[in-house]
């Protein structure tokens, strides 16, 4: 495992730990040095568990950034973290955060591009956590199971460190989704639906807690345990879930983690409740509205609203029971809200399915399948965009280059032997030229670079190098004849091409690169030795 992810895993240990100052230092120290997307990742983390949404925000900014180009593999793995990252932190943020509709933009998005086939294991696990805290936060359960489910799969797929990390924050994952999905099920009556994702959650903290003793990851069992007896007092099986509840917390909170008690609390009110212990009952449920963070869910803060009236209720309390019928008739209206928001993401991952169908289909429809450089119809495209929004005092540079000897390659040695001579040319060619130029394979062994804005001489000194590299490439097996051509782009696909194919073929007769242009054509010695 390379030490930049080691690093990275390392502060995400820290900041999910309790220690998150220290790993927001940490992660600014390295980041002065070099800006990466897995250390502003862990950055981000770490204001997250601070609670700063905003500064977390930001962070995940500046990792769209460092990954706006368009790369495969590790860049579009982090920008689909970052993209999801964002949208969960504008969702805690509430009105202070990004529009409902840019946030599930985001998270459409983010969702497509983790179905690229080369992103690492960590990325796409954490990327896949990222976009399951979203839908979890929007209680979208039905999309943020998924989402869990395959970052454990990616987790599991991956080095031994990003097993036991990944692996047990997704069980804890599912099972705090779980056991929210449980409780508005029990707050709309379907008692059925409840229990049974009360049995999921209890099975998915026991997997957590499994996977927790395997490393130095004490607080990660204790949450385990904490959220398995939750499940448990769901299912009514109180049993010594109050014990277990309350030895997890004095763990859990000695480390300064000031979300679980806010969040266990209430199940432990509510088996304090029915071991007859109504007091104390009341006295936890009170404490778990005291325990409130700031930044504290609407699932969290309305649970412990709900047991402290469920049992002031209990009590004989008229308010009380007034405040319930209240609070679940708004917790019907909240389902249905719910339902609606789901269907609204649903139809906008199709929608960005499509698009990025659409998208592959258009790169194949121009890609040469061989040798992965631009066909014939991405040379045309080029052209035609060159005589339709470029401006006329634009120049431009074609060098046409083609294979001398190749017939004898295949003749000698198969065509498999040609294929992979292509392929070597197209790559020392490819090394020659600019991010922004084309290189398309125009025919079996013809190829043309189009190098935007570049004059005559340096249009020569490119041709030079690329004669050179494919020397390089493939030794003296088979030549290259280049005709370099230069003038205004918007001639560029009619009467400069055809110059550049005539001094293509005047340099096979001479054995040189030949060029033409507006000055009186020059010949430099350049062929492939």
Known sequence: MEDSLADVMRLLGLAQTGHREQALAMADERLRLAESPGMLYARAVALHSIGDHDQAAATAERMLTITASPKEGVAAGWRSVALAFRAWQHLLLGTKGSDLESILHDLAQAESMLSSDDIDAFALATGHTCLGNGYHELRLYELARPNFEAAFTAATAGPGEVVVERAVASQLNLATMHLNWSMELHRIRDSEGA???GVIAARHAALAEEYANTGDTQLYAAHATMLRACADSVRGDDGSVVDQIRDALKVLEGRGLRESPAYALPFLARALGRAGQRTEALRVAKRAIDALPEDA?????????HTHATLLAEFGSESARAALAYGDQLAETMWAQRLRTLHDVSSKQFLERVLLERDRVQVLANTD???GLGNRRAFDVRMAEFGTSTPDSARVALIVVDVDRLKAVNDSHGHEAGDQTLKAIAGALTSQVRSGDLIARLGGDEFVAV?????????????????????????STVTVSLGVATGPASEAGSSLLRAADRAMYAAKRKKRVVMTGPQPAVEEQSRTR
Do not use: I
């Not at 869910?297 to 609203?305: C, D, F, I, K, L």
């Not at 041709?463 to 493939?474: K, P």
């Open 451 to 475: 190098l935007e804005g570049m004059d005559r001489g340096a249009a020569g000194e490119v041709a030079e190098r690329m004669v050179e590299a494919v020397s390089g490439a493939v030794g």
């Open 297 to 305: 869910t609407w699932m969290v803060a309305s649970a412990a609203y």
């Open 195 to 197: 229990q049974e994702k």
């Open 369 to 371: 399948a061989l040798t």
